[in-house]
């Protein structure tokens, strides 16, 4: 059954500094996607990242990056020049490619401060 | 994803009645998919649809079914609710071929039973 972990509940960053968000997962397929979602406080879930595990390069959006690390099935997410509309529950989640179902970690609760 | 309508958007119902939630993907997004989040909790997938049949099923209550009809919209039926079932139901939806992996979230329904 596949998993994902986020061993941090919550997190705080000021205004233009850089963050990142921790992610392991486990799972038995080589292939598979791998996304964060935020939702924030009006708790609409918003795509903001994804990575497909057959691709090497890391992916990146604008100030969003990830690393991500195959091989110890860590998935990290990195925020730069942190704006206070960044505050938002921030959610790692793995699809397989033999489903369709999204799983979730617990999510990081972060806070961007003026 | 703009444009993905969940209807209604708050409902109250109380304990045993029924309850119909529903989802009006867009345009030649095929594939919808049911979540739960609890309070404080990750979302949970519920059920998925492709092409009005059923592709995956999860941890669904044997008093929720669903169905997706001939204009791929989607409905979630709940029958003699609890306390429990009081959630943020979100509907994802996706698109055949390049892209399907990923799934975007329509705003939700809150679901209060007293």
């Known amino acids: 059954a596949q998993t994902v972990t986020q061993s941090q509940p919550e997190m705080s960053v000021q205004e233009a500094e850089t963050v990142t968000l921790s992610c392991t997962y486990d799972?038995?397929?080589?292939?598979?996607?791998l996304f964060w979602y935020k939702q924030p406080p009006s708790r609409q879930m918003i795509l903001v990242i994804r990575?497909?595990?057959?691709?090497?390069q890391n992916a990146t959006e604008n100030r969003f990056s990830v690393n991500f690390q195959k091989a110890a099935k860590s998935f990290s997410l990195k925020i730069s020049d942190s704006q206070l509309g960044d505050t938002a529950m921030y959610f790692c989640?793995?699809?397989?490619?033999?489903?369709?179902?999204?799983?979730f970690g617990e999510g990081t609760q972060l806070t961007v401060n003026p | 994803a703009a444009g993905v309508i969940q209807s209604p958007r708050h409902l109250i119902k109380e304990k045993r009645e029924t309850a119909t939630l529903k989802c009006y993907p867009i345009p030649r997004h095929d594939t919808v998919y049911w979540y739960q989040q609890g309070p404080g909790q990750d979302p949970q997938f519920l059920i998925s649809f492709y092409e009005k049949m059923q592709s995956d099923k999860g941890s669904i209550p044997d008093r929720f079914s669903a169905q997706q009809f001939s204009d791929y919209h989607s409905e979630l039926n709940m029958s003699s609710l609890e306390l429990g079932d009081s959630a943020l139901y979100f509907c994802?939806?996706?698109?055949?071929?390049?892209?399907?992996?990923?799934?975007?979230f329509g705003p939700g329904t809150r679901l209060l039973v007293l």
């Open positions: 990575q497909e595990a057959y691709k090497q």
């Open positions: 994802a939806i996706s698109r055949k071929g390049g892209g399907q992996e990923t799934q975007y």
């Open positions: 799972t038995s397929e080589s292939n598979y996607y």
């Open positions: 989640a793995l699809r397989e490619t033999s489903g369709s179902r999204l799983t």
